[in-house]
């Protein structure tokens, strides 16, 4: 019996070491995982083209938050090892009551130089729900990693029009990236 207690004790006294040590590495888990949210503004020019054509953008380079996001999360970018994206939200920002109605589907591509050498999808959406001057985009999946590296990256857009865009258009880009990396 006294063999019992002495196990039993033993147990109950090491269930709370077990548990700070899980504890310990989920918060070690939770500094290794964070988000990087970079906004950047561009213009859709006026269009007088018919609905079902195509409309390609110039490459737009984003000044990324990465680096001071590394920084704050005690990590540099050499230490990243897995970048998605989360979520890329476009909103029409002037006029401000402009809706999406004129495209029909999206598409915004990521590259690591304004040429475009080594651009991937990053989100699209089809069919674009018409009445929205907001759109959440569906991320592509793509593993990002060389994209966020550096403090910039140029973004493309490639876009279906569902009708004629009669004035230049302002929308705000808005991205969140899921980031994991290894401390420094």
Do not use: H, W
Request: with cysteine; net charge positive.
């Amino acid at each position: 019996m006294k063999n019992f207690q002495s196990k039993a004790l033993a147990l109950l006294l090491l269930l709370p070491v077990l548990l700070l040590g899980a504890s310990s590495c989920q918060k070690i888990a939770d500094l290794l995982s964070f988000k990087v949210n970079d906004s950047t503004n561009f213009t859709i020019p006026a269009t007088g083209l018919l609905a079902g054509a195509a409309l390609n953008l110039p490459g737009i380079t984003v000044s990324s938050n990465s680096s001071s996001t590394y920084a704050g999360n005690n990590t540099t970018a050499d230490y990243v090892q897995d970048v998605t994206l989360d979520k890329l939200t476009l909103t029409t920002t002037d006029p401000a009551t402009q809706t999406f109605d004129f495209l029909k589907s999206i598409s915004i591509y990521i590259a690591t130089d304004a040429a475009g050498t080594n651009k991937v999808l990053l989100a699209s959406l089809s069919p674009v729900p018409t009445g929205q001057t907001s759109i959440s985009l569906t991320p592509s999946g793509t593993k990002l990693d060389t994209y966020l590296r550096s403090g910039n990256y140029t973004l493309f857009t490639s876009a279906e029009l569902a009708k004629a865009l009669p004035q230049d258009t302002k929308v705000r880009a808005d991205s969140q990236f899921n980031v994991k990396a290894n401390l420094k």
